[in-house]
């Protein structure tokens, strides 16, 4: 079974631009989240979606969305890019059986803000 | 953002030594999660626990869920130089939401 893909796994931007981050989730995984990740401030949520819909969010500007697509996959995009964007933005899948829900990450695309 | 206390932050260990990491929190959690992530990688999933008391193994590796629900250990023994990397801890109290430890960076001295 083929795990969680991001892509691109790089990206060079400029400050004002915008991005838009792909991810893949795990067949039969109908539960994706993002996270940021940055060595200041660790593993930070961003927003988690199940079946099209956002069900949880993070401390995040609204530059910050996030979409589903019926078949699970899902796109990140972060607007007006600031330099403080500059980060490992992680993807994982999970499926919930009963009590037990795990995460499984994807490889990350490393945005550079320039 | 909200982070788990996760400790040591780093340790250097000679290779084959014993290694012990802990993370805590202040919120009760029904699942903890262990993590490994290599440079430039993704953090790759090394053991789950879903019960106080839990004590899973995979390998050279042991974790425990605490009984407090509020903490959790990772053990790995004999250490080897591929165990280098940085250890997360994740906790989630069933909102599917997961809270990330700080990380714990190790190295072997081969």
């Known amino acids: 079974k083929a795990g969680v893909t991001q892509t691109p796994r790089y990206l060079i931007k400029t400050r004002g631009q915008q991005v838009t981050l792909s991810c893949s989730p795990i067949s039969g995984h109908r539960s994706v989240s993002w996270y940021q990740q940055t060595p200041g401030q660790g593993l930070q949520f961003l927003f988690e979606?199940?079946?099209?819909?956002?069900?949880n969010k993070g401390n995040f500007p609204g530059r910050f969305s996030g979409r589903q697509f019926s078949n699970s996959r899902s796109e990140m995009n972060v607007s007006t890019l600031e330099l403080g964007d500059s980060a490992l933005y992680l993807c994982?899948?999970?499926?919930?059986?009963?009590?037990?829900?795990?995460?499984?990450f994807g490889a990350g695309t490393r945005l550079s803000v320039l | 953002g909200q982070q788990l206390n996760q400790s040591p932050q780093s340790m250097f260990i000679q290779e084959g030594e014993d290694v012990s990491m802990n993370c805590t929190s202040s919120?009760?959690?029904?699942?903890w999660l262990w993590y490994k992530q290599d440079p430039g990688e993704g953090p790759v999933l090394l053991i789950a626990?879903?019960?106080?008391?839990e004590l899973t193994s995979n390998g050279r590796l042991t974790a425990q869920f605490g009984i407090t629900r509020k903490d959790s250990f990772l053990n790995i023994s004999a250490s080897i130089p591929s165990d280098v990397g940085i250890y997360f801890c994740a906790g989630n109290s069933g909102t599917y939401k997961y809270i990330f430890g700080t990380g714990t960076r190790l190295k072997v001295l081969a």
């Open positions: 994982a899948s999970s499926v919930s059986t009963g009590t037990k829900n795990i995460q499984y």
């Open positions: 979606y199940f079946s099209e819909t956002q069900r």
């Open positions: 626990l879903y019960k106080a008391g």
């Open positions: 919120s009760i959690f029904n699942t």
